[in-house]
């Protein structure tokens, strides 16, 4: 059984800089995906980043040029650098793993584990 674990978030004004992490407590096989979503209260979740076994990384429009995505396996962590952040990028930010075979990486019932979540406020 794997558990992930997000660290990281707190609270920034504008324009500031945040990095999360996501570490597993058990191997993530190197086949997973591994991804970033985040969810507003009242809104949907919505995928953000995601980085595949094969290095093929995907964001979602409105963070491109401010966040980077990356992964250690070596040390199973996952992890989210975000700069020029803006009030709309205020969320629970959730990393996740799975083995898509395929789907869309936004589609967060993809994937088989989830972890609980860090707060990210922007104001």
């Known amino acids: 059984h794997v558990q992930l674990v997000e660290s990281g978030g707190g609270s920034v004004q504008a324009g500031g800089s945040l990095r999360l992490s996501c570490t597993a407590s058990?191997?993530?096989?190197?086949?997973?995906?591994m991804g970033w979503f985040r969810q507003a209260p009242g809104k949907e979740r919505e995928g953000v980043a995601a980085?595949?076994?094969?290095?093929?990384?995907s964001y979602t429009n409105s963070v491109k040029g401010r966040f980077t995505i990356s992964r250690d396996n070596a040390k199973n962590t996952l992890y989210l650098q975000m700069n020029g952040l803006k009030a709309e990028d205020t969320a629970m930010y959730y990393c996740?793993?799975?083995?898509?075979?395929?789907?869309?990486?936004?589609?967060?019932?993809?994937?088989?584990?989830r972890g609980q979540g860090t707060q990210v406020t922007v104001s």
């Open positions: 996740a793993a799975g083995r898509l075979r395929g789907k869309d990486w936004r589609l967060p019932h993809e994937y088989r584990y």
């Open positions: 058990g191997d993530i096989h190197p086949s997973y995906c």
């Open positions: 980085i595949d076994s094969d290095g093929t990384i």
